[in-house]
């Protein structure tokens, strides 16, 4: 058997209600905290109450969007001139990913250019940063268990990533009732968004037993609840199964990759305003069908990642066949009403651009077969 090794947060705590311990737990780690939400602070006020109850210090930010390095810089800032002591980051991908990026970056001093990929030095982080505890108000992103944070890079249309193994969270709790009240249409996207996180992993050729694991229960898990977690946001036996399918995505795609649909979401992602669990969720079904079609063409591997596609369509739909699985993932994504890349900005004559960059993103290299400049813009076109 292949060797490999698993890394996530230091504990994770999952069940409806555990997100009224966190001040709880806080508390063990320190009185002064920092916690980061997205653009509606409400999202927060429970939690900061419960905080203040404590008797902790608390300071609030609020990130609109994704995180920049600007934002991320200015919170270090702001949380080496508070002493900070422990980090909260509540919220989607956004909030969770700025929260890390700020604890990261607090105690790892110098430019912020140093750390990062592909625009940076992409220098390594020595300093343990600032505890944190991630606390996902959506189920799609896993980020309260991966080692990176997305951040744009608003002058060269950029996303990229900060990334170290000493960026996992601390803690690491996952409260399916925080996602009731999501409107039907962030439901859709960011459940398809970790779908995507769990078929990637189990077709990347850095798989491993582990992830497989998760990969096989967590894809279960979003073919029986999501369609019923968008129709009604309060049944708890759904929304249960989204928030541990977001989980075993985000513990998947954090020790064995992710594939092309990722590939091609950075560039857009970068280079438009548009969320990225609706960029996912727009092209999951056009490169699941170009992976296949490529994979019938044959290749080295390309046997045991075509078994692993049929097996996807009997976890999706109760039949062992990659184009069931394709039919599948086109029937959902269009009953569910997701918006097309055109709805999200992208234009035709973009799509060279995103294919070129897709080509060198960190990714695609994890995809089952390799996808041509060609393949890539086919795919887009199909979306747009
Ligand atoms: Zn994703």
């Known amino acids: 058997m292949t060797l490999f090794e698993f890394a996530t947060a230091g504990r994770i705590v999952f069940g409806e209600g555990s997100a009224a311990s966190i001040p709880g737990w806080a508390a063990e780690l320190g009185s002064m905290v920092l916690v ?30 994704e995180p920049d390095l600007a934002f991320v810089s200015g919170g270090a800032e702001l949380a080496r001139r508070r002493a900070v002591q422990v980090a909260i980051g509540i919220g989607g991908g956004s909030a969770i990913d700025a929260a890390k990026a700020i604890a990261a970056l607090a105690s790892n001093e110098g430019d912020p250019l140093d750390y990062l990929e592909v625009v940076g030095a992409g220098k390594a982080m020595v300093n343990a940063p600032l505890p944190l505890i991630a606390v996902p108000t959506t189920a799609g992103t896993g980020s309260e268990v991966t080692r990176n944070a997305v951040l744009s890079v608003p002058a060269r249309r950029l996303k990229v990533s ?58 279960g898990r979003v073919a029986r609840s999501l369609e019923r977690a968008y129709r009604d946001g309060h049944d708890a036996a759904a929304r249960a199964d989204m928030s ?67 097996e996807i369509g009997h976890l999706l739909c109760g039949r062992p066949d990659a184009d069931a699985a394709v039919a599948w993932l086109r029937g959902i994504v ?3 009403g997701v918006p097309r890349l055109g709805d999200l900005g992208v234009e035709a004559a973009d799509l060279p651009a995103i294919a070129e960059q897709a ?20 795919v887009l076109t199909a979306a747009l």
């Open 359 to 378: 080509q060198h993103s960190s990714s695609m290299k994890g995809n089952p077969v390799a996808l041509g400049a060609d393949q890539l813009i086919a």
């Open 334 to 336: 269009e009953r569910l």
């Open 162 to 219: 900060l990334r170290s193994p000493l960026m996992l969270p601390r803690l690491a709790v996952i409260d399916p009732v925080l996602t009731y009240d999501l409107p039907p249409s962030i439901t859709a996207t960011t459940g398809l968004d970790a779908l995507t996180q769990l078929i990637e992993p189990f077709l990347s050729a850095r798989a491993n037993a582990m992830t497989d694991a998760l990969c096989r229960d967590g894809i």
């Open 244 to 310: 541990l399918a977001s989980l075993f995505g985000g513990l998947a795609l954090a020790n064995a990759g992710l594939g092309a649909v990722h590939g091609l979401a950075a560039p857009i992602g970068g280079m438009f305003h548009a969320p990225h669990g609706a960029v996912c969720a727009a092209l999951l079904p056009h490169v699941m069908a170009a992976n296949v079609r490529a994979l019938c063409e044959g290749g080295a591997g390309a046997g045991a990642a075509l078994e692993r596609s049929a």
């Open 36 to 65: 980061v939400t997205g653009r509606d602070p409400g999202r927060a006020e429970s939690l900061v109450e419960g905080l203040q109850k404590q008797d902790a210090d608390v300071v609030l930010l609020c990130v609109d969007g």
